[in-house]
């Protein structure tokens, strides 16, 4: 089977439920945009990331997915996993930020690459709750408003990991009581 089908040479391709649909409609600009921010993960991937931060992402970018799926269809109801996602994402940034100084300026990204790449998906991560919201104001369903505090909790999740990556040594190291908790965090 050849990668191309020329099927979306007019700018029109497959929704993914049978129908075809302009590649600049909403629903392409939010899965698109979820597409640029795991592939923006993936690209942390390849940085030196403080202990247990490579789990943490490649959960997100297989929740991307699951994502990508709900606004397909709609914003059903299948949103169950959602709840628990967002609640460990809390957790996490709770035991995070306490390792960190207080924030008492606005943060500019860098000038390490690790924290520079996390602040980079963050931003995009944003974007792709703008799309979201542009998206669920046509097509509203159930599952909307948890897609939307999905992302916009894992876009809190991310502004913490960049500051952990970029801060000193000893504050990236997880506690004796909660190094545990980090590693078996599901979100």
């Not at 391709?13 to 592939?39: H, N, Q, V, W, Y």
């Not at 909307?144 to 990991?161: E, G, H, K, P, Q």
């Amino acid at each position: 089977m050849s990668i191309y089908t020329r099927t979306g040479d007019a700018g029109e391709t497959d929704s993914g439920i049978g129908t075809r649909l302009r590649k600049d409609s909403p629903l392409f600009e939010a899965l698109g945009t979820f597409d640029e921010f795991s592939c923006l993960l993936g690209l942390a991937l390849g940085e030196r990331l403080p202990e247990g931060f490579e789990g943490v992402i490649r959960r997100v970018q297989a929740d991307l997915l699951r994502l990508g799926a709900l606004v397909i269809h709609g914003f059903d109801d299948r949103t169950e996993w959602i709840d628990d996602a967002v609640a460990a994402m809390e957790t996490l940034v709770d035991e995070l930020t306490a390792r960190l100084e207080p924030l008492n300026a606005f943060v500019l990204p860098g000038p390490h690459r690790t924290s520079a790449s996390l602040h980079l998906a963050r931003a995009v991560c944003r974007r792709a709750e703008r799309r979201t919201v542009t998206f669920a104001e046509q097509k509203p369903g159930p599952g909307a408003s948890a897609a939307i505090v999905y992302l916009n909790r894992l876009s809190d999740l991310l502004f913490t990991m960049a500051r952990t990556a970029e801060a000193p040594k000893s504050a990236r190291q997880p506690s004796r009581r909660s190094s545990g908790d980090a590693k078996r965090c599901r979100i």
